[in-house]
């Protein structure tokens, strides 16, 4: 659905999506099931697979959010799938960069600060650094108008982007290009000079910025800021080709995986892992209520965790057009990856993408992204028979938190 209309939205206002029992139960069989790197044997470690699903964030359609930009929808229902996805597989990576993959969830149990303060990140409001509402304005920056369906490659670059103003995460997204992995664009921009001596002892040594990056000298040894590689792919050309199936299947299994943002032409999943032939994957489209934090500053989370086994297709099923992503936190995570990627996928015939050493000398120099100097968005808001002269600034143009 590609309308911005209001009337249109309107209809998914009220519509609360009511969870249906998914498909059948887990078979009983002796496969094993992986999930964003990590193995689970079906006949006998099924609650234990189930609470490994459930303990990732499951952000959904939501709906009585303030307006994006002052005037537009108050609900993502019916466009907001990819955008929640890509929310889905950041939130993974903050998971991993500050409590490890192998951190469970549990209903009702107190749960460190930082799950809470990676939760508020999330939040539907406009000074969350990665709510729907910044997404959805800086997707404009990439073509796409507020209430326009996004596909996999403008999730990403959407994150990388407001990734930049995110100093606590403080990672370094990498958006891969035609295809290709360079390590050396990789190593340039993860790779960082530490703070100097003098920074107060309560700060981590790896919230580090881009600003920092020229301060300091050479005889500081590099620090690593924890990266987001995202590797947007087609696979073919109206569907999946199934010479790719068995590398697709293998980046689930990589301990850096983060799964895959896809699905089908305009109907977003993520998926975090497999069983056989057929993929798992968290769906978004369900509707509910707008949840903001409480007076003691905590999130009621029980509506982010999705209790019911999750749904499954069929790999064959998938539209070509996907993005997997991955997360290292530190430069031996990274390296380990690429020993994975030369074994399991360069051995293919027809490779899923390339890694390469060095930066290919016919594409543009690689500069690191770095914040830009202004702090708005840019002019998404505005209405096409509004002029630019008419707007104050300082209340048409959103700022984003920092």
């Excluded at 069983?275 to 798992?280: V, Y």
């Excluded at 998938?318 to 690429?338: Q, R």
């Amino acid at each position: 659905m590609q309308s911005t209309g209001s009337s249109v939205l309107s209809k998914y206002e009220n519509q609360i999506t009511i969870f249906t029992e998914y498909l059948e139960e887990y078979p009983n069989t002796d496969e094993l099931v992986w999930i964003l790197g990590k193995q689970h044997l079906l006949k006998t470690e099924k609650s234990k697979l189930l609470s490994d699903i459930s303990a990732r964030l499951w952000f959904t359609y939501r709906r009585k959010f303030s307006p994006i930009g002052g005037t537009g929808p108050s609900s993502d229902a019916g466009w907001g799938c990819m955008l929640r996805c890509g929310q889905m597989m950041l939130a993974q990576a903050l998971i991993c960069r500050h409590l490890g993959r192998d951190w469970s969830w549990e209903k009702q149990k107190e749960q460190p600060k930082e799950y809470q303060r990676i939760l508020q990140c999330f939040l539907d409001r406009k000074d969350c650094c990665y709510s729907i509402h910044q997404m959805a304005q800086m997707g404009v920056g990439e073509g796409k108008s507020i209430g326009e369906w996004f596909g996999p490659n403008t999730v990403a670059q959407v994150l990388k982007k407001l990734a930049l103003f995110d100093e606590w995460n403080s990672l370094a997204v990498y958006v891969s290009m035609d295809n290709t992995v360079v390590i050396e664009d990789i190593k340039k921009m993860c790779r960082v000079l530490p703070l100097s001596a003098d920074t107060p002892g309560d700060r981590p040594p790896d919230s580090l910025t881009a600003s920092n990056q020229s301060k300091g000298t050479s005889a500081y040894c590099p620090a690593w800021k924890p990266l987001l590689l995202i590797v947007p792919l087609r696979l073919g050309i109206n569907q999946i080709n199934p010479v790719y199936v068995d590398a697709f299947k293998e980046c689930f299994k990589m301990p850096q995986s983060l799964g895959a943002l896809g699905g089908k032409p305009n109907n977003a999943y993520y998926f975090i892992g497999f069983l056989g032939d057929e993929l798992i994957f968290l769906d978004p489209h369900t509707t509910q209520t707008f949840v903001d934090t409480e007076e003691n500053g905590t999130v009621n989370d029980q509506t982010f965790h999705c209790l019911q086994s999750p749904q499954r297709m069929n790999i064959l099923n998938l539209d070509p057009s996907v993005a997997l992503g991955f997360f290292c936190k530190e430069e031996k995570d990274f390296d380990n990856w690429c020993s994975l990627v030369q074994k399991e996928i360069l051995k293919e015939n027809l490779r899923m993408f390339e890694l390469v050493q060095k930066h290919p000398s016919h594409w543009p120099p690689f500069i690191p992204p770095a914040k830009p100097e202004v702090t708005t968005t840019g002019a998404e808001f505005i209405d096409s028979n509004e002029q630019l002269e008419e707007l104050d600034l300082e209340e048409d143009f959103e700022i984003l938190s920092v």
